[in-house]
T-cell receptor, first 111, second 111 residues
Framework: GQNIDQPTEMTATEGAIVQINCTYQ??????LFWYQQHAGEAPTFLSY????GLEEKGRFSSFLSRSKGYSYLLLKELQMKDSASYLC????????????FGAGTQVVVTP | DTEVTQTPKHLVMGMTNKKSLKCEQHMGHRAMYWYKQKAKKPPELMFV???????INESVPSRFSPECPNSSLLNLHLHALQPEDSALYLC??????????FGSGTRLTVV
């Protein structure tokens, strides 16, 4: 099974940087995903890490340390539209295709 | 085409009704998924189809019956649901190692 933890809520101002941490415990690891979800909408893919290190995609970056069971999503130059829930999800190596989500971090961007 | 299309977007059904949710993708993805999401909670996996065969059933009650008629279509047949089954039902698809693409979901209300 998997246990995925992330903070419930974070608040930051427009233009700032926010880092959302995610820790996980899994019997078999086969990749970590970050998704953005606005209220009432579908999750939108942001990033995928399977090897240790940093993946950068424009204003969003994601980091993974498999030995520590730790990832973070870094959001730079925050915009009001970035207010959303950010979901950390881990794929189980032993149950191919099974994507287990954390509870999500609600990011509130203020003017 | 890079989308997962779900119909209907909204559905209200009585506890004695039979209805179906539909999901379609034309990205050549051979894995398709049903997730259930309650308000302010993360998506919870229900079923996984791999190459049109059911590979994971997360102990879902039999009043939910999935069907994969072909590699592009995924249905979820609903019968004798309870009010607590009201939720956003999300369909997703993926290749073996790439990102999961989610549909915009069906908002189901059971009355």
């Amino acid at each position: 099974g998997q246990n995925i933890d992330q903070p419930t809520e974070m608040t930051a101002t427009e233009g700032a940087i926010v880092q959302i941490n995610c820790t996980y415990q899994t019997s078999g690891f086969n990749g970590l995903f970050w998704y953005q979800q606005h209220a009432g909408e579908a999750p939108t893919f942001l990033s995928y890490n399977v090897l240790d290190g940093l993946e950068e995609k424009g204003r969003f970056s994601s980091f993974l340390s498999r030995s520590k069971g730790y990832s973070y999503l870094l959001l730079k130059e925050l915009q009001m539209k970035d207010s959303a829930s950010y979901l950390c999800a881990v794929r189980d190596r032993d149950s191919w295709g099974k994507l287990q989500f954390g509870a999500g971090t609600q990011v509130v961007v203020t003017p | 085409d890079t989308e997962v299309t779900q119909t209907p977007k909204h559905l209200v059904m009585g506890m004695t009704n039979k209805k179906s949710l539909k999901c379609e993708q034309h990205m050549g993805h051979r894995a398709m998924y049903w997730y259930k999401q309650k308000a302010k909670k993360p998506p919870e996996l229900m079923f996984v189809y791999s190459y049109e065969k059911l590979s994971i059933n997360e102990s879902v009650p039999s009043r939910f019956s999935p069907e994969c008629p072909n590699s592009s279509l995924l249905n979820l047949h609903l019968h004798a649901l309870q009010p607590e089954d009201s939720a956003l039902y999300l369909c997703a698809s993926s290749r073996s190692t790439e990102e999961y693409t989610f549909g915009s979901g069906t908002r189901l209300t059971v009355v």
